[in-house]
């Protein structure tokens, strides 16, 4: 990258949205810059990485970089007795192993064409550019669009005049390597609000990697997110015995405030956490993701190749934003949840047959990000 460069379209951040939209576009014959400021792209990871079934039966995911499908999942009261456990005869989740899912999608993105411009820092917009501190100095970048793909804090989305999102929680967890016990791949979820307010503690054991968890609301945690995890850690249920040495830490905000309503304008656009792109409920962000980019690029695409002033008028929000007015509720109630008495008041419901259809619903269900195209639910 040059003290001057040029592109059709600069995108910030390599994390699955920013690649996503980068590969797209340069099959289109674009020319695209992306630039991280981190060195290596299997390091630094913020997300669990669940995929849901959605995910792995519309987009072509490396099956090499997922883990053993998970059927079961088991919900536990604060006093972890009498959990509610839900099987479902399809395969509904996998996690990725995101530190060989980033590289080998960032080599997709360098195989269509896509300049990569790793150990680069966005560092704002001046004289109708976008300046980039990277390993020889400042660079100032003149792109047609800008693409935010830079998380739930995005820069660029402060620099374009854009939503930012103010609706987060806070996630903190520990991920190692397990051994197969025999036991079927689970996802267990904690309901506590004492040990995550307004969210939920989590131990998903695939038979190859245990994901320790928490989140919540920054707030609210008593003694901080870093002591609530260490608290779980020590009785989570369905933790394998016989924790490893060497333990990676994740963390990062997690936005829940549902898509944002201005998420693009006449110089760029968000994607990802920076366009709140993540499911209110249940904080999922990779499927929304992977759809939002996919918009993103039909409608940059389209701007490029017309040259229209007005083509990025169809990237719009407010008009998606509908389709999360259930899920925006559901929030509301789960952060209303804040002592252990009230989550555990909500268990004699899921015992029963409605209760267990309503969780099965969100857990195992079909709904996903909306359509772009059609204003409707795929």
Not at 14 to 30: C, D
Not at 145 to 150: I, L, N, P, Q
Not at 282 to 291: E, I, N, S, V, Y
């Amino acid at each position: 990258m040059s003290a001057r460069d040029t592109a059709d379209v600069l995108v910030v951040g390599a994390g699955l949205a920013g690649l996503h939209t980068a590969t797209l576009l340069a099959r289109r014959g674009h020319d695209v810059l992306l630039a991280d400021r981190r060195r290596r792209l299997d390091g630094a990871i913020r997300t669990t990485g669940i995929f849901v079934r959605k995910t792995l039966d519309d987009f072509a995911l490396p099956p090499d970089c997922l883990g053993p499908p998970i059927r079961r999942v088991v919900l536990y009261p604060p006093d972890r007795r009498r959990p509610v456990v839900l099987d479902s005869d399809r395969d509904e989740y996998r996690v990725g192993d995101m530190g060989a899912l980033y590289p080998a999608a960032a080599r997709e993105a360098a195989d269509a064409g896509v300049r990569l411009a790793l150990g680069t820092r966005y560092a704002g917009r001046a004289d109708g550019g976008s300046l980039l501190a990277g390993p020889d100095g400042v660079a100032r970048v003149r792109a047609r669009f800008v693409v935010g793909a830079d998380g739930a804090r995005s820069a660029v989305a402060r620099d374009l005049g854009l939503d930012r999102n103010t609706h987060l929680l806070v996630g903190a967890e520990e991920v190692f390597p397990v051994a197969d016990g025999g036991g079927p791949p689970t996802f267990h979820c904690v309901l506590d609000p004492s040990l995550a307010p307004g969210y939920l503690a989590w131990v998903v054991d695939d038979g190859r990697h245990a994901h320790v968890g928490v989140a919540g609301y920054a707030a609210r945690f008593p003694d901080g997110l870093r002591a609530a995890l260490r608290r779980f850690a020590t009785g989570a249920p369905g933790l394998p015995a016989g924790r490893p040495g060497e333990v990676e830490r994740r963390g990062g905000p997690i936005p829940v405030g549902g898509l944002l309503r201005r998420i693009g304008c006449a110089d760029g656009l968000l994607v990802g956490d920076a366009a709140g792109a993540v499911s209110p409920l249940t904080a999922g962000g990779l499927d929304p993701c992977l759809r939002l980019s996919r918009h993103a690029a039909d409608v940059l695409d389209d701007a490029l190749r017309t040259g229209r002033a007005d083509a990025l008028r169809h990237y719009d929000g407010a008009a998606l934003r509908a389709a999360f007015r259930g899920r925006l509720l559901l929030r509301r109630g789960l952060a209303a949840v804040r002592t252990p008495a009230m989550a555990a008041a909500a268990f004699p419901v899921l015992r029963t047959a409605p209760g267990r259809a309503a969780a099965r619903r969100v857990l195992f269900g079909d709904r996903s990000f909306p359509d772009p195209a059609r204003r409707t639910v795929s």
